[in-house]
């Protein structure tokens, strides 16, 4: 090969490897961008996820509490259910046990009829509680109710519970 030949020929071969050069530096170049892209991309993608996990973890800590108080209400519901059917057995026996109600008398002082058969003095506050509802739910005024409890029974405080009795009632 002539001297022109080779000189033409190393121009050419060092031509290309500049160009080899470029692509290499150009692809370590565009390697590093989208390695760093991607490590961008999971430092987001970490982050939602942690913020979701601490959400959820709120939601669940709410949602548990919320379970705590319907618990705690649904147990309160079941007592005052309890109660309540006490109360109605209370006042289904006297209920069972009353006399046929007597004719009005031709005198004009007010009869005060007992809803239930008189009632033996002491008998306690619970006898006394369910004469006392049973009467006011068949609309004898309170006083009426006084009354009789006062002929029939030894309360400590039967205003107490002639308030509660006629508070029930109107409720």
Known sequence: MSPEGQSTAAAAAERVRAVLEAAEQSAAALRADATEEIETQLAR????????????????????????????ELTGLRADLEELRAVKEGME???????????????PEPVIEAPAPPVAQGQGVEGARVIALNMALNGSSREDTAHYLSENFELDDPDALLDEVYARVSS
């Open 45 to 72: 993608a970490q982050a939602v996820a942690e913020r979701l996990s601490a959400r959820a973890d709120e939601i669940e800590t709410a949602l548990q509490g919320l379970a705590d108080r319907v618990r705690e």
């Open 93 to 107: 026996a006297p209920l069972a046990e009353a006399p046929a109600p007597a004719p009005p008398a031709p005198d």
